[in-house]
């Protein structure tokens, strides 16, 4: 009996220790806890502002991401340029440093030129057309066309059209641009448009257009209603000529090995909040679109020139030449494919 009472004392010894280590927050070893699994970060870098139809897009993916993966995934958004500015981003999602950008069509077009569709002036006449070329296959072949640089296309949320705006005076007629300067995304079709109406352009990044345009190292930038309200350049800007000529649409990028990487069921539920986010991405657009018009025409500080169709007619005849000069850089077929997509 004497040689059983170490034993009894040696069990009570542990289970008080187990229990004390219970009461502080510790799992015992036999309840086979596990540890809690750290989510996964999914960095969400763009340049404009969250209240933009971009902005807006983004936190509505931040949203419905962390939703759908009951938070085994944390979406971290950085509007504004706060970590990477318009030249470097497409560096950052190649090297991994961000998972998700949603740069600019135009700003992809030294990955492949035929991006540059975008910016051919009137090739659509209207949101109908735009987003019935955004569901082509010549689209998704655009959004496939990156893996070199390992990057993939998940989907295209739109701005809306561009109109021109300057310090100097109203723009009626292509000869009204003679001697002015623009700002522009980086592009040789943008360039090609400014010389085919007599003004010069310079490549500025985004978030250095109200500086440039305060400073007056140009006179005028061509951009969406949304973008020229939220970013204030009424405040730089005298006369704004409303056009329709081109377009300002996003692309929604990920690092494709970062993407791939992920386990199915996580891709699957980002997959779904991506579809749904960019629904709400166009129902934004076109909502802010309209918004900001009005806010810049009730704000009194810019001059607006509604062009009638045949003015307008005479500026698609100046710009002719740039379809010429870049029809075969572009594609035909992808030309023609845009521009069938707004046949009624």
Not at 106 to 124: A, E, M, R
Not at 215 to 226: I, P, R, S
Not at 280 to 290: I, N, S
């Amino acid at each position: 009996m004497f040689r059983k009472k170490p034993i009894a004392v040696a069990l009570s010894a542990v289970l008080v220790l187990a229990l004390s280590l219970v009461g502080c927050g510790a799992k015992p070893a036999a309840t086979g806890g596990e540890k809690e699994v750290e989510p996964i970060i999914v960095k969400f870098s763009h340049v404009v502002t969250p209240d933009t139809p971009k902005g807006k897009g983004a936190l509505k993916f931040k949203e419905l991401a962390e939703q759908k993966t009951n938070g085994k995934v944390k979406v971290e958004v950085y509007p504004s340029s706060q970590l990477y500015g318009d030249k470097e981003e497409l560096e950052a999602a190649q090297s991994g440093n961000v998972h998700i950008i949603a740069p600019s069509v135009t700003k992809l077009v030294g990955l492949n030129p035929k991006f540059q569709y975008t910016d051919l002036p009137f090739l659509f006449p209207d949101n109908e057309a735009v987003y019935k070329f955004f569901a082509s296959d010549s689209m998704k072949g655009l959004m496939n066309s990156l893996d070199k640089f390992d990057l993939q296309g998940l989907a295209v949320w739109p701005n809306g059209f561009k109109q021109f705006t300057n310090s100097k005076r109203p723009l009626v007629t292509p000869e009204d641009f003679n001697g002015l300067k623009f700002r522009t995304q980086a592009g040789k079709v943008l360039e090609a448009q400014f010389k085919a109406l007599g003004a010069g352009s310079a490549t500025i990044p985004f978030g250095e257009t109200y500086a440039a345009l305060q400073q007056g190292t140009v006179d005028g930038q061509e951009n969406t209603y949304n973008n020229i309200d939220t970013q204030k350049y009424q405040e730089t800007q005298k006369y704004l000529t409303v056009t329709n000529h081109g377009r300002i649409d996003y692309m929604i990028i990920v690092n494709k090995s970062f993407w791939a990487g992920l386990a199915p069921d996580i891709r699957k539920a980002l997959d779904e909040a991506m579809a749904e986010a960019t629904t709400y991405a166009v129902e934004q657009a076109d909502l802010l679109d309209r918004e900001s018009m009005k806010n810049l025409k009730d704000g009194g500080k810019l001059q607006f020139t509604e062009l009638t169709p045949a003015q307008l007619g005479v500026f698609q005849k100046a710009m002719q030449p740039v379809y010429t000069e870049f029809e075969s850089v572009i594609g035909k077929d992808l030309i023609d494919a845009a521009f069938a997509a707004g046949q009624k």
